[in-house]
C-alpha cells in the first residue's frame, strides 16, 4: 500500500493537487505560522531531510508524477502526519491518498515511489 497526503478537498481531481510539504513551506515563508509550529516544522523540516532521500525529478518526467510513501516508511509518515496537523489548524483542507497502485513507477527507494498517477487511483 501507498500513501499520500495532498491539499485539496473530496471533489477535486488527485491529480491536480499539491504536496502538503510545499504547502506547509508557503504557510512559513508567508509568516502565517506561531513560533511553536515555526519550530516543530523546522524539526520535521530537518529529520525528512536527513533521513529521506530527495528522488531525482527529471525534467523529462509527466507533470503527473508524484512522490508517495510506501506503508513501511512509519517514521516519515508519522512527521508528515504532524505537518498535516499544522496545516488543518491553519484551516487547511488536507486529503491522505492511499492507493495499492498509484501509477507507473518512475522512481523507487525504501522509503517512497515516485509514480506516473493513474488517472483513477
Known amino acids: 500500500m501507498f500513501i499520500r497526503f495532498v491539499m485539496g478537498l473530496e471533489r477535486e481531481h488527485h491529480r491536480d493537487l499539491t504536496g502538503v510539504i510545499t504547502e506547509a513551506r508557503l ?5 502565517r505560522l506561531d513560533h ?5 516544522l523546522a524539526e520535521a523540516y530537518a529529520w525528512l531531510n536527513e533521513n529521506l532521500p530527495v528522488p531525482p525529478f527529471y525534467r523529462g518526467w509527466p507533470s503527473s508524477a508524484a512522490s508517495w510513501f510506501k ?3 512509519r517514521d516519515s509518515i508519522r512527521r508528515v502526519w504532524g ?6 489548524v491553519n484551516g487547511l ?4 491518498l492511499r492507493s495499492r497502485s498509484p501509477g507507473k513507477i ?10 506516473d498517477e493513474w488517472r483513477r487511483i
Request: proline share 3%.
Open 106 to 115: 518512475l522512481y523507487e527507494d525504501e522509503h517512497q515511489v515516485v509514480a
Open 36 to 40: 511553536a509550529e515555526l519550530e516543530w
Open 93 to 96: 483542507p488536507v486529503r491522505v
Open 71 to 73: 506503508d513501511g516508511a
Open 83 to 88: 505537518i498535516v496537523s499544522i496545516l488543518r
Open 27 to 31: 504557510l512559513r515563508d508567508d509568516g
